[in-house]
């Protein structure tokens, strides 16, 4: 099956901790996506990169950081710098190859809490 | 600044009537409009894509208008069903002098009563 896996479902961590979020996809998109979403907001973007080895800061990237090594992986890592790391991580994942190439496809998420 | 923005109240219907979601926008021309599904603790789903140049846009029980004039987009989906209930995004995409961003709106939960 394709798709985008986020590992794990649920993390806890305590402050002060780093904790690094998991992203794969097997769609061999090019361009790949984080948002976090906090209760009833909208998704806001964090990092995302539109190819290997490069990728550009969103609207909230303080406090957190990416890599893009391979095409098909893209971890977010939240630092103990971020002031509210507790929320609802999305990651997403975009063809920019094809003639469908707006459509992001999502993750399952990745449900962070830091006490 | 640009701004996208959804009904932040949820929207109520019985079964059977059509629902209508608006998503309002300003200080944006974008070239299209997409609007997502979103169901509780999961990823948003593709629903539709509409361009600046379509009026209207159908898929199934679904249809999305674009006025541009207007800056608004009105989702229906008809005939409702209380599967149909979940929180309905819609996004833009923002051009940074980079590149295009994707931009979403806060979306609208949407609650269809058997």
């Known amino acids: 099956d394709g798709g985008i896996t986020q590992s794990p479902k649920y993390l806890f961590r305590k402050e002060g901790q780093n904790v690094t979020l998991s992203c794969e996809q097997n769609?061999?998109?090019?361009?790949m996506y984080w948002y976090r979403q906090d209760p009833g907001q909208g998704l806001r973007l964090i990092y995302y990169s539109q190819i290997v080895n490069d990728f550009q800061k969103g609207d909230i990237a303080e406090g957190y950081s990416v890599s893009r090594e391979k095409k098909e992986s893209f971890p977010l890592t939240v630092t103990s710098a971020q002031k509210n790391p507790t929320a609802f991580y999305l990651c997403?994942?975009?063809?920019?190859?094809?003639?469908?190439?707006?459509?992001?496809?999502f993750g399952p998420g990745t449900r962070l809490t830091v006490t | 600044s640009q701004k996208i923005e959804q009904n932040s109240e949820a929207l109520n219907i019985q079964e059977g009537k059509t629902a209508t979601l608006t998503c309002n926008y300003t200080?944006?021309?974008?070239?299209?409009l997409q609007w997502y599904r979103q169901d509780p603790g999961r990823g948003p789903v593709f629903l539709l894509l509409i361009r600046e140049n379509e009026k209207e846009k159908r898929k199934e029980r679904l249809k999305v208008t674009f006025d541009t004039t207007l800056k608004q987009s009105l989702f229906h989906i008809t005939a409702s069903q209380p599967a149909d209930s979940a929180t309905y995004l819609c996004?833009?995409?923002?051009?940074?002098?980079?590149?295009?961003?994707?931009?979403f709106g806060r979306g609208t939960s949407l609650i269809v009563h058997p």
């Open positions: 996004a833009l995409r923002l051009w940074t002098g980079g590149s295009y961003i994707p931009t």
């Open positions: 769609l061999n998109h090019d361009a």
């Open positions: 200080n944006y021309s974008p070239a299209y």
């Open positions: 997403a994942s975009r063809d920019r190859s094809s003639g469908r190439s707006y459509e992001q496809y």
